[in-house]
């Protein structure tokens, strides 16, 4: 049973900085690309970040490049959104997400696994 459990959420301030992690169990971690997701109220969710099988290619929205940085820990089976600079429009719930592939996408059908989500709260 593939599990992927996100934890690290919370409320902070705009300007902070939050790491979030996933930690996953029931696959082989090493061999999926990994994804984060958010969604905020009333939104739908969408693409924030995703890094390869190896951690080798990594890709990030536009609204969050250069600020928020995903890395993966094989040997811990988890992967990490390190968020900087936090802006209120970053509140949301973030998923994480787990693409067979390998490579990573932007797209939301091309994971097959989804945790329940952590959520951040940003106040201005």
């Known amino acids: 049973q593939v599990q992927l459990v996100e934890s690290g959420g919370g409320l902070v301030q705009a300007g902070d900085s939050l790491r979030v992690s996933c930690a996953a169990s029931?696959?082989?971690?090493?061999?999926?690309?990994m994804g984060w997701f958010r969604q905020a109220p009333g939104k739908e969710r969408e693409f924030v970040a995703t890094i390869s099988w190896s951690g080798s290619t990594t890709y990030y929205t536009h609204s969050v490049k250069g600020r928020f940085i995903i890395s993966r820990d094989n040997a811990k089976n988890t992967v990490y959104l390190q968020m900087n600079s936090l802006k209120p429009e970053d509140t949301a719930v973030y998923y994480c997400?787990?693409?067979?592939w390998g490579l990573g996408s932007d797209s939301r059908e091309r994971y097959e696994y989804w945790g329940q989500g952590t959520e951040v709260t940003v106040s201005s």
């Open positions: 997400a787990a693409d067979r």
């Open positions: 029931g696959l082989t971690f090493s061999s999926y690309a």
